[in-house]
């Protein structure tokens, strides 16, 4: 896992990486350069860069700038530095490495400084052609208040420049903490980012503007950069395959997963059928799919590996109250109940929900889709437990679960999906791009994994599959979350890169569950 910061943290990072283990503040900003720097080499040997501009501000985000003009400028690099603000502001390491890039730029050849310019477009010919490669190094992570003048038209003329775009830490224009652009924002092809990844990259407009984010070890120490008060954390693929289910030599199929679905209702039983296939295709020995008469025929045309459990005497369209207690036997029976995928939200179905949830209180249970619409009905009832339990909503269905509006929930994601989670001791996956998953610890766990091709419908059905078959394996709730929400999104990577994002469909990342489940394995043995 890797830990991801807001600016607080961050600065707080700085103050203890400095008073704890007395690096100065100017050695931090000097690794950034360097690593900046080294970036920009390895991107050399893909990409012709000659020149380089590089916009700095006044405070430590231009501090960054300058050191990483000095040592471009040594590699031999022609690079122009544009410093936007007032001289008298700069401060401490900013302006340590000002003044060295003010002298160098009157022997150096290479190294242009200008201040202030009445005019960009002045420097756009300063040397053979025009630039290869822009630097936003105006503002970093203290940002909070909307861009002004003159730096809004400095960005947006960034923006309009064509040539490879970086941001030093985060985007200038984007609050770290919250996403959000402030007015307006630089868009960067890549952003390296100082130490630890920020919170703001990943949420709201953060993935719209930071392009591709790498992270530069700037040396802190272990003990800080791992720190367990630092409470977001960005999945890797080594976590997950740490996670992935060893199956033992003499397993049979009901001892690596029982699961019963709960799920479909008229007109909805391909949600049923794709959670109940996405389980089997993630691991689990068996799939006993609950299903009315009139529905069983629907199912017996299309379904080849998924058992089905027909209610006797229910040949209508929906579960109703007195089928709960048809089904006990098969409840004990299953290592997990899946509820949700086309269940309906037909009334008679919620007293049926609501007698299955207060019977068994501490049955391992992953829910979604109508299952969660027909929770929030009952979500406050004094004898409902969701211990054990995994929640898959999307925004709509969390803001139906906590009476919150989305726009609401996006500015507060993480005391939401915190407080939800600790509230109902539960793990909640928190779907959308991207996903996040939330203990009952206040931890949560941001997914970097899927892609826009997946916004279409039945993709949650397979999501909840995937959960499901893990946690049937015997994974713990909040492992097999992480691990089936990543696994999710990889074979959906996998699956664009074959049909392209634009006609990707769910069976499609539901066929290439096994790619994505050979690809963490493979690393696995790599990582050994």
């Given at each position: 896992?890797i830990?991801?910061?807001?600016?607080?943290?961050i600065?707080?990072?700085?103050?203890?990486a400095t008073?704890i283990f007395?690096i100065?503040?100017?050695?931090l900003?000097?690794?950034?350069?360097?690593?900046?720097?080294?970036?920009?080499s390895?991107l050399?040997?893909?990409k012709?860069?000659?020149?380089?501009?590089?916009?700095c501000g006044?405070?430590?985000?231009?501090?960054?700038?300058?050191a990483?003009?000095?040592?471009?400028?040594?590699?031999?690099y022609n690079?122009c530095v544009?410093?936007?603000?007032?001289?008298n502001?700069l401060r401490n390491?900013a302006?340590?490495?000002?003044?060295i890039?003010?002298?160098?730029s009157?022997?150096?050849?290479n190294?242009?400084?200008?201040?202030?310019?009445?005019?960009?477009?002045?420097i756009k010919?300063l040397?053979?052609?025009p630039?290869?490669?822009?630097?936003d190094?105006?503002?970093?992570?203290?940002?909070?208040?909307?861009?002004?003048?003159?730096?809004?038209?400095?960005?947006?003329w960034m923006?309009?420049?064509?040539?490879?775009?970086?941001s030093?830490?985060?985007?200038?224009?984007?609050s770290?903490?919250?996403?959000?652009v402030l007015?307006?924002?630089f868009i960067a092809?890549?952003t390296?980012?100082?130490?630890?990844?920020?919170?703001?990259?990943?949420?709201?407009?953060?993935?719209?503007?930071?392009?591709?984010?790498?992270?530069?070890d700037?040396?802190?120490?272990?003990?800080?950069s791992?720190s367990?008060?630092?409470k977001?954390?960005l999945?890797?693929?080594?976590?997950?395959?740490?996670?992935?289910?060893?199956?033992p030599y003499n397993?049979?199929?009901y001892?690596?997963?029982?699961?019963?679905?709960?799920?479909g209702?008229?007109?909805?039983?391909?949600?049923?059928?794709?959670?109940?296939?996405a389980?089997?295709?993630?691991g689990?020995?068996?799939?006993?799919?609950?299903?009315?008469?009139?529905?069983?025929?629907?199912y017996?045309?299309?379904?080849k590996?998924?058992?089905?459990?027909?209610?006797p005497e229910n040949?209508?369209?929906?579960?109703v109250?007195?089928?709960?207690?048809?089904?006990i036997?098969?409840?004990?029976?299953?290592?997990?109940?899946?509820?949700?995928?086309?269940?309906?939200?037909?009334?008679?179905?919620?007293?049926?929900?609501?007698?299955?949830?207060?019977?068994?209180?501490?049955?391992?249970?992953?829910?979604d889709?109508?299952g969660?619409?027909?929770?929030?009905?009952i979500l406050?009832?004094?004898?409902?437990s969701?211990?054990?339990?995994?929640l898959?909503p999307?925004?709509?269905?969390f803001?139906?679960?906590?009476n919150?509006?989305?726009?609401?929930?996006?500015?507060?994601l993480?005391e939401f999906?915190?407080g939800f989670?600790?509230?109902?001791?539960c793990?909640?996956?928190?779907?959308?791009?991207p996903?996040?998953?939330?203990d009952?610890e206040?931890?949560?766990?941001?997914n970097?994994?899927?892609n826009?091709?997946?916004a279409?419908?039945g993709?949650?059905?397979?999501?909840?599959g995937m959960?499901?078959?893990?946690?049937?394996?015997g994974?713990k709730p909040l492992?097999?979350?992480?691990?089936?929400?990543?696994?999710?999104?990889?074979?959906?990577?996998?699956?664009?890169l074959?049909?392209?994002?634009?006609?990707?469909?769910?069976?499609?990342?539901?066929n290439?569950?096994?790619?994505?489940?050979?690809l963490?394995e493979?690393?696995?043995?790599?990582?050994?």
């Open positions: 896992m830990k991801v910061t807001k600016a607080g943290e600065k707080e990072l700085d103050q203890k008073e007395n100065p503040s100017l050695v900003m000097e690794n950034a350069a360097i690593g900046v720097v080294d970036f920009i390895k050399s040997n893909e012709s860069v000659e020149n380089v501009l590089i916009m006044v405070g430590n985000n231009g501090g960054d700038g300058f990483v003009a000095r040592h471009l400028t040594n590699r031999g690079v544009v410093l936007i603000g007032d001289t502001k390491d302006k340590i490495n000002f003044d890039i003010q002298k160098i009157k022997t150096e050849t190294l242009k400084l200008f201040i202030n310019p009445s005019s960009f477009n002045k010919n040397f053979d052609a630039f290869d490669l822009l630097v190094a105006l503002f970093g992570t203290g940002l909070n208040s909307e861009i002004r003048e003159p730096y809004r038209s400095a960005i947006n923006n309009e420049y064509k040539a490879i775009k970086i030093v830490d985060v985007p200038s224009g984007l770290s903490d919250t996403g959000n007015g307006t924002s092809d890549f390296l980012t100082m130490g630890l990844p920020k919170v703001g990259l990943f949420i709201n407009d953060g993935p719209k503007v930071s392009g591709q984010i790498e992270i530069i700037i040396s802190y120490p272990n003990s800080l791992n367990n008060e630092i977001v954390n999945v890797e693929d080594i976590d997950v395959a740490e996670r992935l289910p060893q199956r397993a049979h199929k001892s690596v997963g029982k699961i019963f679905a709960i799920a209702s008229t007109g909805l039983t391909g949600a049923a059928k794709m959670s109940c296939e389980a089997l295709r993630t689990c020995g068996g799939v006993l799919l609950l299903t009315t008469q009139k529905l069983l025929n629907v017996a045309k299309s379904l590996e998924i058992m089905t459990f027909p209610l040949n209508g369209d929906y579960f109250e007195n089928d709960f207690n048809k089904i036997e098969k409840i004990i029976w299953a290592d997990v109940l899946m509820i949700g995928p086309g269940l309906g939200q037909n009334d008679e179905t919620l007293k049926f929900l609501k007698k299955l949830l207060s019977n068994f209180p501490d049955k391992k249970k992953v829910i889709a109508d969660l619409n027909l929770l929030a009905k406050n009832e004094k004898k409902l969701l211990k054990n339990s995994i898959t999307h925004l709509g269905e803001s139906r679960l906590i919150k509006s989305v726009e609401e929930i996006k500015e507060n993480f999906g915190k989670s600790q509230k109902f001791k793990i909640l996956v928190l779907k959308g791009a996903t996040f998953v939330f009952t206040g931890n949560s766990f941001i970097p994994t899927g826009s091709g997946m279409t419908v993709m949650g059905d397979v999501l909840t959960i499901s078959s893990l946690f049937a394996q994974l492992d097999a979350a992480i691990a089936g929400v990543y696994l999710h999104g990889l074979a959906g990577d996998i699956a664009a074959k049909k392209g994002k634009l006609s990707l469909i769910s069976s499609d990342v539901l290439h569950i096994p790619d994505a489940i050979k963490i493979y690393q696995q043995m790599e990582h050994e």
